[in-house]
């Protein structure tokens, strides 16, 4: 099977940053994209920023200019760099690899557990 493994949440002042990180586990052969949702108490989860493995980015506007989303495709992971923090920012963030192919289970995709960050002061 596949884990997604986040960390990198916690509370931060406005204006602040924070740095998430979400590694991928398994037995991966390749997967499509990796990318990072978020869900806010009674809302729905929206898309925050996705990379796919040839590098394409895609971006809320919400957060463009704000976050910057990178990856490592050779240790399965992907980053999310948060700078310029809102209280409109908080959330639980959940990531996302999209497009897995993993050996002898085939295609498909995967949600990680969710870390919270909270923005306040």
């Known amino acids: 099977q596949v884990q997604l493994v986040e960390s990198g949440g916690g509370l931060v002042q406005p204006g602040g940053s924070l740095s998430l990180s979400c590694a991928a586990s398994g037995n991966i052969f390749t997967y499509y994209a990796m990318g990072w949702y978020r869900q806010a108490p009674g809302k729905q989860r929206d898309l925050v920023a996705t990379?796919?493995?040839?590098?394409?980015?895609n971006y809320a506007d919400s957060v463009k200019g704000r976050f910057t989303i990178s990856s490592d495709n050779a240790k399965n992971t992907v980053y999310l760099q948060m700078n310029s923090l809102k209280p409109e920012d908080t959330a639980v963030y959940f990531c996302q690899a999209r497009g897995v192919v993993v050996k002898d289970i085939g295609m498909g995709d995967y949600w990680g557990q969710g870390t919270q960050v909270t923005v306040a002061s």
């Open positions: 990379i796919t493995r040839s590098g394409n980015t």
